[in-house]
């Protein structure tokens, strides 16, 4: 079966549960920052299983299953749980939910992740809205041949985290009293968190965090012509800042504790795109 294939398959299987207007915003909910997908009212709950050619989430902190409702206002289809290239998927099994949401008339994807602060003036619990991304995995979805219908064969990502919604949500988060950082996201393949080493390699190249999910689903985002927002919650120090083990419980800690101001963001956000 074809890509196309598979995403129509997938598009009305999701179509065919869906009682109210279609999803203007996709919202991709990162380790421990499921939640917000609680905050979705009228949901029609759908499990990643249920799903023609959906993958299933393995990671603690990602419960699998599509959360569509409203939100603020705003019909949102959100991921309660991603996918990551470490667990064993392909980039195409991993970005296939933005096809999917793009397929459904999503306009605008809200991409959130935990990542480790490589800024040592940074403190876990941080927000920081992504600016752009350093694509440190070596790989990219869009390898082979490419589907005209879905995008175009080099897609440009001068504006991958669109320029406007980051000036919205400086703006909205000012309002809110909330504290938020901007800086860019370094990619990379995972699971093992990075040396030292790396970290300060990644500071000298000009990266503010470092996470192992995000880059592969802004690029197909962009090639499929969606504009892109993303926030991190610094969930940890980034190796060799602290001298302490990271470990993905400490991630899950932390983003417990920053959800509060994770939550009333993102739902003035949502409201306001
Ligand atoms: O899905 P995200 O990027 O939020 O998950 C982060 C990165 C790894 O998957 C995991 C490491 O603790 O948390
Ligand atoms: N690669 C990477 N991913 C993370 N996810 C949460 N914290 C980290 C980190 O320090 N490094």
């Known amino acids: 079966m074809s890509l196309l294939q598979k995403i129509e398959q997938a598009k009305q299987f999701i179509q065919s549960k869906l009682t109210d207007r279609a999803p203007r915003i996709g919202l991709v909910l990162g380790s421990g920052l499921?939640?917000?997908?609680d905050e979705v009212q009228n949901p029609v709950v759908i499990p990643y299983g249920e799903i023609p050619?959906?993958?299933v989430s393995t990671v603690a902190g990602h419960a699998g299953q599509l959360v569509i409702?409203?939100?603020?206002?705003?019909?949102?289809?959100?991921?309660?749980?991603?996918?990551?290239?470490?667990?064993?998927?392909?980039l195409e099994e991993v970005t296939f939910p933005i096809r999917v949401m793009k397929a459904l008339g999503v306009e605008i994807i809200l991409v959130t992740n935990a990542a480790g602060g490589i800024n040592p003036e940074w403190n876990a619990g941080d927000l920081m809205l992504i600016s752009d991304?350093?694509?440190?995995t070596g790989r990219n979805p869009l390898i082979g041949a490419n589907e005209a219908d879905l995008?175009?064969?080099?897609?440009?990502?001068?504006?991958?985290y669109d320029k406007g919604l980051r000036a919205k949500a400086h703006e909205i988060a000012k309002g809110l009293g909330i504290e938020i950082r901007e800086g860019v996201y370094v990619g990379v393949s995972g699971p093992s968190y990075e040396t030292p080493a790396e970290i300060r390699m990644f500071r000298i190249m000009g990266g503010h965090a470092v996470g192992m999910s995000t880059v592969p689903e802004?690029?197909?985002?962009?090639?499929a012509g969606l504009k892109v927002l993303g926030i991190t919650c610094i969930?940890?120090?980034a190796a060799g800042i602290l001298d302490q083990p990271l470990t993905h419980e400490e991630v899950m800690e932390t983003t417990e504790k920053a959800k509060a101001n994770f939550i009333n963001l993102v739902k003035a956000i949502v409201k306001e795109v």
């Not at 499921?34 to 997908?37: A, C, I, K, S």
């Not at 939100?71 to 064993?88: D, P, T």
């Not at 991304?133 to 440190?136: C, K």
């Not at 802004?218 to 090639?223: R, S, T």
């Open 235 to 237: 969930s940890n120090m």
């Open 34 to 37: 499921g939640v917000l997908g």
């Open 133 to 136: 991304h350093l694509n440190l």
């Open 53 to 55: 050619n959906f993958p």
């Open 218 to 223: 802004v690029i197909v985002a962009n090639h």
């Open 151 to 160: 995008g175009p064969r080099f897609p440009d990502m001068s504006n991958g």
């Open 69 to 90: 409702g409203d939100l603020s206002g705003q019909q949102v289809i959100a991921m309660q749980g991603r996918f990551h290239f470490y667990e064993g998927w392909s």
